[in-house]
């Protein structure tokens, strides 16, 4: 996929609201090249019903319904990408420091789903990000608002993968994290499980299931079977296969959460 049809897709999904305002603003004079040049790709319509088109006001579509309903699957993953770009940011200045490898483990997100010339594009907007307030309530909103649970809980595992990605879990980024969490309307017991994928303590297993060790053997098995139909890869197939290949490194630790506890147990 070109950068020209990326960076637009990405800007029609998020005209209005902060995270519109952000991308925007850092975009500047070029959006309009951007858009010239998507008029050359095959297939660009200029009608109403284009979600690239830039109507009076800035506003593209109108939204037909919550979540990601009403959206077709390529804006579905415009708006999952350009939320993780953004969310990435509040995350890596987490600690204080840009590491070398949260940077790489975003670029090869990047390079995965929209090939290799977009890489630059999105690294650029990603390196001027770092330098803007970034209110993480107000974007997290606009997240919630537009991208279904799933989608959602799919976003917070790249960004628990992307805290990871120096080997190092900071308690700052694990405070982060936990924000994202809330503003982006995830039940804390997901969050929760998510971040135990990353963070380990003793109990790590049992958080990734989202119950406590004092739990019984049935009620580990039917936290497990929840928390398997709740990321099974399947609920985000719509978001393409390197999204869903992800989601099948989340499934498996939960599986590996759950063997874990059943071999402390004895449980058959």
């Known amino acids: 996929m070109g950068s020209a049809k990326w960076i637009v897709g990405l800007l029609g999904w998020v005209t209005w609201g902060p995270i519109g305002a952000l991308l925007g603003f850092l975009a500047g004079t070029a959006v309009d090249r951007y858009i010239e040049a998507a008029r050359q790709l095959p ?27 009403g959206y077709t ?13 953004v969310l ?5 200045r987490a600690d204080g420091r840009t590491q070398q490898s949260e940077l790489d483990c975003v670029r090869a997100f990047i390079r995965q789903n929209f090939g290799e010339n977009a890489v630059s594009e999105a690294m650029g907007i990603l390196e001027r990000l770092g330098g803007q307030q970034l209110n993480i309530y107000s974007v997290g909103s606009q997240v919630a608002d537009n991208m279904n649970y799933s989608q959602r809980l799919q976003l917070f595992h790249y960004l628990a993968r992307i805290a990871n990605a120096d080997g190092s879990f900071s308690k700052s980024e694990k405070d982060v994290l936990e924000a994202i969490a809330a503003a982006i309307r995830l039940n804390a017991s997901d969050a929760t ?12 297993a049992y958080s990734v299931l989202g119950i406590s060790p004092s739990a019984t053997d049935d009620e580990v098995k039917a936290a497990y079977r929840r928390m398997a139909m709740k990321n099974h890869p399947d609920k985000v197939a719509t978001l393409g296969p390197e999204v869903q290949k992800a989601a099948e490194e989340k499934f498996r630790k939960i599986q590996e959460a759950y063997e874990s506890i059943k071999k402390q147990r004895g449980i058959s």
């Open 43 to 69: 297939g660009f319509d200029d009608g109403p019903g284009n979600p690239w088109q830039r109507q009076a006001g800035g506003a593209t579509r109108q939204q037909t319904g919550s979540g990601s309903r």
């Open 88 to 92: 990435s940011s509040a995350v890596i």
């Open 193 to 204: 499980s998510v971040i135990a994928m990353y963070w380990r303590d003793t109990d790590s």
């Open 73 to 85: 699957a390529q804006e579905q993953r415009n708006s999952f990408f350009v939320s993780l770009l």
